[in-house]
Nanobody
Framework: HVQLVESGGGTAQTGGSLRLSCVAS????????MGWFRQIPDKEREGVAG???????SYADSVKGRFTISRDNAKNTLYLQMNSLQPEDTGMYYC?????????????????WGQGTQVTVS
């Protein structure tokens, strides 16, 4: 059973960049479809970007052209490069994984979750 640990969050200025990492253990991420999600208090968790086992990607409209999801199967790590950050990108960011690939950014379609890393844009 895969376990996920995020890192790379912090504080950035508007227009700045951050790179999030999600290191997996217990299994190889090549078996999984994976995604990045974010949540702010009192709001539902929302999908930000997803990557399938074949490398195909999908993005929320709000981040297209600014965020890039990628995976390094050799390092068992998922990444989210975030550029041109805006205050509305502030939130807790989670990586997630699931063996059943549904080409989805719905949180309900992902079974395994990390603990999250906070991103604040001011």
């Amino acid at each position: 059973h895969v376990q996920l640990v995020e890192s790379g969050g912090g504080t950035a200025q508007t227009g700045g960049s951050l790179r999030l990492s999600c290191v997996a253990s217990g299994d190889t991420i090549g078996r999984y479809c994976m995604g990045w999600f974010r949540q702010i208090p009192d709001k539902e968790r929302e999908g930000v970007a997803g990557i399938e086992s074949d490398g195909s990607t999908s993005y929320a409209d709000s981040v297209k052209g600014r965020f890039t999801i990628s995976r390094d199967n050799a390092k068992n790590t998922l990444y989210l490069q975030m550029n041109s950050l805006q205050p509305e990108d502030t939130g807790m960011y989670y990586c997630a994984a699931d063996r059943r690939c549904r080409h989805s950014l719905r949180p309900l379609d992902f079974a395994v979750w990390g603990q999250g890393t906070q991103v604040t844009v001011s």
